[in-house]
């Protein structure tokens, strides 16, 4: 089994360069390129699916119709048309009043297939018919790619409170992110990263780290920020990194992450899985390498002794709360006899090792996993959790939270169909925050495509539920 260099006191060292290869590049930008200021997605504003004027109003849900003025008519034929008229009259209120009702009706089951938290209500929506029509979730020009990849990652900001980001491809091709803050419960506006030329249908993957913490600076109200880094492979099928960093007071940034210089070429269709300050992905042989970023500003690869099926699905978690900052970590895959495996390491000097579920998965199946500390001791176990897909396209659900092993269960119906291929998103939260990782379940959540919407589901710590799709405009 491949070994890391050993870390220095404060995090990822400079490790030893003899057996790696020398990707050496200060993670620093030059100072002669400006990071580029960039605001949310302007897009269209979208109603039930049809792109309407920005001039047009929207009526509230109680004004289901509207009253038209009767044309004026003739003196002669007054007592005629009075007649008719009051016919006339009684058949439009009774119309008005009949397609109000029926239109209010169709606006609140579309709004509730789209937007409810309520499992029960998801489920139905999804299972009354094969081809559900679209909503604005699906069409709106914020809408995911079918072929999209997700990714997900978060951060504790005190104890109680924290904060998610997820990305996906756009049907423009283009990366998207998403923000979630629990302090006011509300998803973010979404904002197109406009400089990244991402090819259609790449692998996704992101992480984040406080810059303060992970480089063991002293912590002020300027430098103390988040820094998230999405992974994605080019059209020149090259690794290109694009970090987001959201500085207190200060407009968020982004920029090219030094990564992609370094032209980095994984395998083709390979996966990429990241937390940092560790990237894996296959390479032409299938094997699994590591690039990683060390506290001396360099970007370092290892080859890693793992050999995934060919185009496995991959997630990289905490191994333990005491190694999560040691370069500890947990590799999660699909092997060549097609079984999930999971092999891991306490520390960067210690070797990785296999525990396998013992569950067999079909092919390149998507896998999402999360871990969550076992208890609040500081040398504490993680719970690990690992989602994949079976051949019915349902969820199935791989976990272990104690000293029994590795159980199997499928999920709960309320988690809908979910879309045939899909990824599956879990959040990891980051152990490089300035709040440590907690022993809750509040950001145990992942993510994947049901009709074309991103679905997000949650574990409390004893059972499964649906929250909603997220809202994308």
């Known amino acids: ?20 290869s020398a990707l050496e590049v200060n993670h620093r930008l030059s100072g002669t390129t400006a990071p580029e200021v960039y605001g949310a997605y302007d897009g269209l504003e979208v109603v039930n699916g049809e792109m309407i004027d920005a001039s047009n109003k929207i009526k509230a849900d109680t004004e289901a119709a509207v009253e038209e003025p009767l044309p004026q008519r003739s003196p002669q034929r007054k007592k005629l048309w009075l007649i008719v008229g009051a016919v006339a ?36 929506s999804t299972s009354s018919s ?54 006011d419960g509300m998803w973010s506006t979404v904002t197109t990263l406009p400089g990244p030329d991402v090819r259609l249908g790449s692998p996704i993957a992101t992480c984040n780290y406080n810059t303060t913490v992970y480089f063991s600076s002293a912590v002020n109200s300027g430098n103390n920020y988040t820094q998230t880094d999405v992974f994605y492979v080019d059209k020149l099928g090259q690794i290109q990194e694009w970090e987001v960093q959201e500085t207190p007071g200060a407009a968020t940034r982004n920029m090219n992450g030094t990564i992609s210089s370094l032209g980095l070429k994984p395998g083709p269709y390979s996966r990429l899985a990241t937390y940092w300050p560790s990237l894996i992905f296959q390479d032409d042989l299938g094997q699994l390498q590591e690039t990683y970023y060390t506290t001396s500003s360099k970007w370092l690869q290892n080859p890693l002794s793992i050999s995934p099926q060919n185009h496995s699905a991959l997630a990289e978690i905490v191994y333990s709360a005491s190694s999560a900052r040691k370069g500890g970590g947990n590799f999660i895959y699909q092997g060549d006899d097609q079984k999930l495996q999971a092999e891991g390491r306490s520390s960067s000097t210690t070797s990785l090792k296999a525990d396998a579920p013992a569950v067999a998965v079909p092919s390149e199946s998507p896998i999402g996993a999360f871990s969550v500390p076992r208890t609040s001791k500081a040398d504490s176990p993680m719970n690990t959790y690992i989602l994949w897909q079976d051949k019915t396209d349902g969820i199935q659900i791989t976990w272990m939270d104690d000293d029994k092993g590795w159980q199997t269960t499928s999920a709960p119906d309320s988690f809908g169909n979910p879309d045939k291929g899909t990824d599956i998103a879990c959040l990891m939260p980051s152990a490089f925050s300035y709040t440590p990782l907690q022993s809750k379940y509040d950001m145990a959540r992942c993510y994947y495509l049901v009709d074309g919407r991103i679905r997000e589901v949650k574990y409390d710590g004893s059972s499964w539920s649906v929250v909603g799709n997220v809202p994308l405009g």
């Not at 914020?142 to 924290?162: I, M, Q």
């Open 1 to 20: 089994m491949s070994t890391l260099p050993s870390y220095e006191a404060a995090g990822l060292g400079a490790p030893s360069e003899g057996g790696y």
């Open 130 to 183: 094969s081809t559900p029509s679209p909503t604005p979730s699906s069409t709106s020009p914020n809408a995911a790619h079918s072929s999209s990849s997700l990714s997900v990652t978060g951060w504790w900001t005190t104890t109680s409170s924290y904060s998610i980001r997820l990305f996906y491809q756009g049907k423009d091709g283009h990366l998207r992110m998403i923000g979630y803050d629990s302090t």
């Open 89 to 124: 009259l009684v058949l439009v209120i009774v119309a008005a009043v009949v397609g109000g009702v029926v239109g209010s009706r169709h606006h609140n089951n579309t709004t509730t297939a789209s937007s409810s938290s309520d499992p029960s209500s998801t489920s139905s």
